[in-house]
């Protein structure tokens, strides 16, 4: 989903990721490069399944200087009967990618992001992080 505002795109991904600086950060960085197509695409493929599970994305570097990305995943809490908040989720997962040289942290996590997207929810990676 994409919303203008003042002649630039704002990009809203609303179902399955929560709102982390790191994901606006992705989102720009795809708009600028022309890869906006591909990532809506993969949150797309990302978003068909397990409909309860939250997702956050985040972008760091390593003490080496080497990007790391990670995807962290919420469940709703047995006691929220429809989770609205973040306080309706608990943390249960986190997974982390490192890159093996010095890149751009932003095109390393699209290429984590789309990777993640690609053949969801079939995929070993999707399955890792989302599913188990």
Avoid: C, W
């Amino acid at each position: 989903m994409q919303l203008i505002t003042n002649n630039k795109p704002q990009i809203a991904f609303q179902a399955k990721f929560l709102h982390s600086e790191s994901l606006k950060q992705l989102a720009d960085y795809a708009v600028e490069h022309n890869k906006f197509e591909k990532l809506n695409q993969a949150r797309k493929n990302i978003d068909s399944s397990f409909l309860m599970t939250r997702l956050r994305l985040d972008i760091s570097k390593s003490q080496d200087g080497f990007p790391v990305v990670s995807f962290t995943r919420f469940q709703p809490k047995k006691t929220a009967s429809t989770p609205y908040e973040l306080e309706d989720y608990v943390q249960t997962k986190t997974v982390k990618f490192e890159a093996s040289r010095k890149m751009n942290p932003l095109k390393f996590a699209l290429e984590k992001f789309i990777k993640l997207g690609n053949g969801a929810p079939h995929n070993n990676m999707y399955k890792n992080i989302v599913k188990d």
